[in-house]
């Protein structure tokens, strides 16, 4: 039996570019490609199940501001603002945002303590489409408050997620 070395294999660039784009290739076909990249709605409430624990989600508190319409999907400019005094006995633990119909709903989560003084975040994320953005504030207390906010992007959401 010979053995191969180094110096026997002798590939032109070309050829060791085919190899690897056909090995690139066999393992996308054969499902080796991440789960976030096949990522649904149905994942994005999966996620909200999993940071709330599946408890009850109460409307009002949570105002999100979003553009109606953007061309910067990429680029979209979201302020996020919670009613609390940000006291010691009733203050913002976190701030998670969703975006459901991202690659990878999970856009950002912050985190807050009574020091903060308001609990408002202004920040750019990366839209890939037309969609409602989800806010998710959980308090001291316990209690979780959702809002939600629409943006239309009308082009460049490509390379998102």
Request: charged share 20%.
């Amino acid at each position: 039996m010979t053995r191969m070395t180094l110096d026997t294999i002798k590939l032109t660039r070309r050829q060791a570019l085919a190899a690897g784009s056909g090995a690139a290739l066999a393992l996308a076909v054969q499902g080796f490609i991440p789960d976030a990249a096949w990522a649904s709605p149905t994942d994005a409430k999966e996620m909200l199940t999993n940071l709330t624990g599946g408890a009850l989600l109460k409307k009002g508190r949570v105002h999100v501001t979003l553009p109606r319409i953007t061309d910067k999907g990429p680029f979209t400019r979201i302020t996020v603002a919670v009613d609390s005094p940000m006291t010691d006995g009733d203050f913002v633990k976190a701030v998670h945002l969703v975006a459901e119909r991202n690659t990878v709903p999970e856009v950002a989560s912050f985190f807050f303590t009574p020091m903060n003084g308001k609990a408002e975040i202004t920040t750019r994320i990366r839209l890939k489409k037309t969609q409602i953005i989800v806010a998710v504030a959980e308090m001291s207390d316990d209690t979780i408050y959702i809002g939600k906010g629409r943006t239309k992007v009308s082009r460049g959401g490509g390379g998102c997620g």
